[in-house]
């Protein structure tokens, strides 16, 4: 049996997300967005799978390959632009329509998670951050290798390392090889996605940090979503490219889709400024 | 950037950029018009379009002096009319803890003392 998906293209309520990956690309509690839909569509009984994609097609391919892993045969198909649902069985179901899923679940476009589809993800920062706070209890699948609930509400992740001194309030989601320091609070509905790493005192609450992602000392990170250096507070909808790589940064490199607009503010603020601000912020807060 | 007093505030406006370049100035500026009469700084940030960790520190240094300078109960250091993104950085940093932040369109009201 075969079935469409179709991977959302740009969309104007989330472009931030989109800035470094394609959408389908983007984790959300360990997993892309495509991958929750091909474990949906294996599940469903189909064995091949094609994948409609209008933006970066590549990444796409890179991140899902031909499909062994799901026991699919999927081929990824660039497009010209993302194509409504008839339009996408107009034009590829044309061979024998028994060899489909049948409708409606031969095509899916992946604006939504699998099982979710009253939570829309890509029209707002909120929305994505509703949808991440919703899949959390949902999210401990027999897959999931080495994730552990470490009290209710508390899922931690193959390697994820969480110091003594660590506060961890439920719900909270803690993914493979995040590394949380002494004194950090994580939680209420936190989702720190894998090789997140949370230094001394910071406290993460409401929010969604995004892979291989520093947050810095006693930083507070709250109805937000951060991302590399990228901060958009959810809730006011507004978003900050934070230059000081003490607060907020990647721990990677990371490459933009388009080069950034340029910045007259320095990308370092000088070490001493730094220094100090930190011996400020630590002991009035502590 | 423009330094006003009257009826003990200490307003300071024009601030078009909070960071590395004119931190320091920034900082001498202010503490250098500090008297014991005040009341409450209020620092407008109406027109600053960048903040970064070198004009927090600034922010955080001027809270010290103030606070060595005046020790009488209920003196605020506010923070008015900041941009969005300006007010996430000082949400970051957790400045927001030391400071009253008066959104843009809020009444001036409840100002939190500055602690002894």
Known sequence: MKALLICPDGRFGVATLAEFLPLSNVSMLGKTLVEYWLDHLAGLGAQEVVVLAADRPDQVRAGIGAGARWGLRVIVQADKRERTLDEARIKHQTSDHATWLPAPNDVFLMDHLPGLPQLPLFTSYADWFAAARALMPRALTPDRIGVRELKPGVWVGLNARVAAGAKLIAPCWIGERAWIEAGATIGPNAVLEREVFIARGAEVSHSVIGPETFVGQFTEVRNSIAWGSTLVNWERDSCLKVTDEFLLCSRKPQRARTAPAKSSAPIHAPLSAMVRFREYVSQLLT | ?116
């Open chain 2, 1 to 116: 950037m423009n330094i006003n007093r009257q009826n003990g505030t200490l307003s300071v406006t024009g601030l078009r950029e909070l960071n590395s370049t004119n931190a320091h100035s920034f900082r001498s500026a202010v503490a250098g018009a500090l008297s014991h009469d005040l009341q409450a700084i209020e620092i407008d940030l109406s027109q600053t379009q960048t903040v970064d960790g070198a004009g927090l520190g600034a922010l955080v240094a001027l809270y010290e002096t103030a606070k060595e300078h005046r020790k009488r109960e209920g003196f605020a250091i506010r923070l008015t009319n900041p941009a969005p993104t300006v007010q996430q950085m000082i949400e970051l940093a957790r400045l927001h803890h030391l400071f009253e932040i008066t959104p843009p369109g809020s009444a001036l009201d409840g100002a939190i003392p500055l602690s002894t």
